[in-house]
């Protein structure tokens, strides 16, 4: 079982450009949510997806856009970077919406914006 | 609103002593509660959960945790700690009406000494 994986493993990018990042789910999983976490703080929940709809959006602004593949796989786009973007992008995923099954986290990608 | 304190930055035990990683949560409804562990440039690692029924769950490594409704706490611990157990903990609560979002603690740094 492969598990979450993520690519690429590490981005720098330029301020104001635009970058996607890629989640595929673990065997069995439909749902997947993806998360940020900044140096030295807890995962930020961005949003989640299931169904190929976004079914929940945490406090971050539209230039966080994501979309979901009949496959179940992922991607976040982030538009008009910022140097605050810089952080560690998690990856998740889940069977279904129940709220008791654990999440699976992909190794993150790590985003550096200059 | 939902939300996760772990009061401590970071524990420092001996290899062999017993270890706790202090944890409070606050939701309305029955809270889900989750562990997870983060070792160096790597993602979320799942530990334990806490759902409902016995108040003291047993999760992967030795590692368990202890559910407190009155006290709203959810700490984890390991009767006899490893040098390889040194990493960051997070805990993480869903519930309420927050639907399918996990909201994290800040974690904390463990580490063991020989």
Known sequence: DAGVTQSPTHLIKTRGQQVT???????GHDTVSWY?????????????YYEEEERQRGNFPDRFSGHQFPNYSSELNVNALLLGDSALYLCASSLGGALYTE????QGTRLTVV | AQSVAQPEDQVN???????????TYSVSGNPYLFWYVQYPNRGLQFLLKYITGDNLVKGSYGFEAEFNKSQTS???KKPSALVSDSALYF????????????????????????
Request: aromatic letters at 10%; charged letters at 15%.
């Open chain 1, 103 to 106: 999440a699976f986290f992909g």
């Open chain 2, 74 to 76: 959810f700490h984890l």
């Open chain 1, 36 to 48: 940020q976490q900044a140096l030295g703080q807890g995962p930020q929940f961005i949003f989640q």
């Open chain 2, 91 to 114: 805990c993480a609560v869903r519930g309420g009406n927050q639907g399918g979002k996990l909201i994290f603690g800040q974690g904390t740094e463990l580490s063991v000494k020989p």
């Open chain 1, 21 to 27: 990042l890629r989640c595929s789910p673990k065997s």
């Open chain 2, 13 to 23: 035990v001996a290899e062999g002593n017993p270890l706790t990683v202090k944890c």
